[in-house]
Protein backbone atom coordinates (compact mmCIF):
# COMPACT_ATOMS: atom_id res chain seq x y z
CA UNK A 1 0.00 0.00 0.00
CA UNK A 2 1.11 3.23 -1.30
CA UNK A 3 1.93 6.09 1.62
CA UNK A 4 2.16 9.62 1.45
CA UNK A 5 3.21 11.41 4.71
CA UNK A 6 3.44 15.37 4.46
CA UNK A 7 4.77 17.31 7.40
CA UNK A 8 6.04 20.85 8.36
CA UNK A 9 2.93 23.35 7.80
CA UNK A 10 1.63 25.44 10.35
CA UNK A 11 1.08 29.52 10.23
CA UNK A 12 4.30 31.83 8.87
CA UNK A 13 4.33 35.66 8.71
CA UNK A 14 4.58 36.77 5.31
CA UNK A 15 7.95 36.78 4.38
CA UNK A 16 8.88 33.78 6.52
CA UNK A 17 9.93 30.66 5.42
CA UNK A 18 8.68 27.13 5.93
CA UNK A 19 9.66 23.76 4.81
CA UNK A 20 7.74 20.23 3.87
CA UNK A 21 8.16 16.97 3.57
CA UNK A 22 6.90 14.17 2.45
CA UNK A 23 7.68 10.46 3.16
CA UNK A 24 6.60 7.79 0.79
CA UNK A 25 6.49 4.17 1.72
CA UNK A 26 5.33 1.27 -0.60
CA UNK A 27 6.50 2.50 -3.87
CA UNK A 28 9.59 2.64 -6.01
CA UNK A 29 10.54 6.34 -4.49
CA UNK A 30 13.85 6.33 -6.82
CA UNK A 31 11.69 5.71 -10.10
CA UNK A 32 9.02 7.87 -8.77
CA UNK A 33 8.81 11.69 -10.31
CA UNK A 34 7.29 13.45 -7.12
CA UNK A 35 5.19 16.44 -6.97
CA UNK A 36 3.50 19.22 -4.86
CA UNK A 37 0.52 20.69 -5.24
CA UNK A 38 -1.61 22.74 -3.57
CA UNK A 39 -5.48 23.63 -3.16
CA UNK A 40 -6.77 26.78 -1.68
CA UNK A 41 -10.20 27.21 0.11
CA UNK A 42 -12.81 27.32 -2.93
CA UNK A 43 -10.21 26.56 -5.18
CA UNK A 44 -9.24 24.15 -7.82
CA UNK A 45 -5.86 22.00 -6.82
CA UNK A 46 -3.01 23.38 -8.25
CA UNK A 47 0.43 22.38 -9.33
CA UNK A 48 3.36 23.99 -7.56
CA UNK A 49 6.54 21.84 -8.04
CA UNK A 50 7.79 19.01 -9.61
CA UNK A 51 11.38 16.71 -9.35
CA UNK A 52 12.39 14.18 -12.15
CA UNK A 53 13.54 10.38 -10.26
CA UNK A 54 17.10 11.45 -10.20
CA UNK A 55 16.37 14.96 -9.02
CA UNK A 56 18.54 16.70 -11.96
CA UNK A 57 15.27 18.70 -13.45
CA UNK A 58 12.88 20.78 -11.46
CA UNK A 59 9.43 22.61 -12.50
CA UNK A 60 7.59 25.14 -10.33
CA UNK A 61 4.49 27.14 -11.16
CA UNK A 62 5.69 30.79 -12.19
CA UNK A 63 4.33 32.24 -8.50
CA UNK A 64 6.75 30.50 -6.61
CA UNK A 65 9.39 29.97 -8.71
CA UNK A 66 12.66 31.92 -7.19
CA UNK A 67 10.61 31.46 -3.90
CA UNK A 68 10.20 27.46 -3.55
CA UNK A 69 12.70 24.52 -4.07
CA UNK A 70 11.84 21.69 -4.13
CA UNK A 71 14.51 18.70 -3.25
CA UNK A 72 14.46 15.12 -2.54
CA UNK A 73 16.63 12.79 -0.82
CA UNK A 74 16.04 9.01 -2.67
CA UNK A 75 18.01 7.07 0.46
CA UNK A 76 15.43 8.32 2.23
CA UNK A 77 12.14 8.29 0.26
CA UNK A 78 11.83 12.13 1.54
CA UNK A 79 10.71 14.86 -1.13
CA UNK A 80 11.23 18.52 0.54
CA UNK A 81 9.79 21.64 -0.34
CA UNK A 82 11.46 24.91 0.78
CA UNK A 83 9.59 28.05 0.86
CA UNK A 84 10.84 31.77 1.36
CA UNK A 85 9.39 34.88 1.21
CA UNK A 86 5.76 33.57 1.87
CA UNK A 87 2.84 35.79 0.65
CA UNK A 88 -0.47 35.37 1.87
CA UNK A 89 -1.67 34.21 -1.48
CA UNK A 90 0.26 30.99 -0.56
CA UNK A 91 -1.94 29.77 2.57
CA UNK A 92 -3.18 26.25 1.17
CA UNK A 93 -3.43 22.88 1.83
CA UNK A 94 -0.24 21.61 0.15
CA UNK A 95 -0.34 18.01 -1.08
CA UNK A 96 2.46 15.91 -2.40
CA UNK A 97 2.07 13.61 -4.92
CA UNK A 98 3.80 10.56 -6.85
CA UNK A 99 3.89 9.77 -10.34
CA UNK A 100 5.13 7.47 -13.01
CA UNK A 101 6.38 10.31 -15.03
CA UNK A 102 7.01 13.49 -14.57
CA UNK A 103 4.00 16.51 -14.85
CA UNK A 104 2.34 19.49 -13.92
CA UNK A 105 -1.10 18.58 -14.02
CA UNK A 106 -2.90 16.36 -11.08
CA UNK A 107 -3.48 14.10 -13.74
CA UNK A 108 -0.31 13.15 -14.19
CA UNK A 109 0.16 11.53 -10.96
CA UNK A 110 -1.05 8.49 -9.38
CA UNK A 111 -0.77 8.68 -5.56
CA UNK A 112 -1.42 11.68 -3.47
CA UNK A 113 -0.60 12.33 0.78
CA UNK A 114 -3.55 13.85 2.57
CA UNK A 115 -2.24 17.35 2.78
CA UNK A 116 -0.97 19.96 5.15
CA UNK A 117 -2.09 23.51 6.31
CA UNK A 118 0.06 26.18 5.37
CA UNK A 119 -1.31 29.20 7.02
CA UNK A 120 0.34 32.88 6.17
CA UNK A 121 -1.96 35.53 7.68
CA UNK A 122 -2.39 38.62 5.02
Known amino acids: QVQLLESGGGSMQAGGSLRLSCTASGLAFSRSAMGWFRQAPGKERDFVAA????????YYVDSVRGRFTISRDNAKNTVYLQMKSLKPEDTAVYYCAAGRRIGTTANDMNYWGKGTLVTVPS
Open 51 to 58: ITFSGDHA
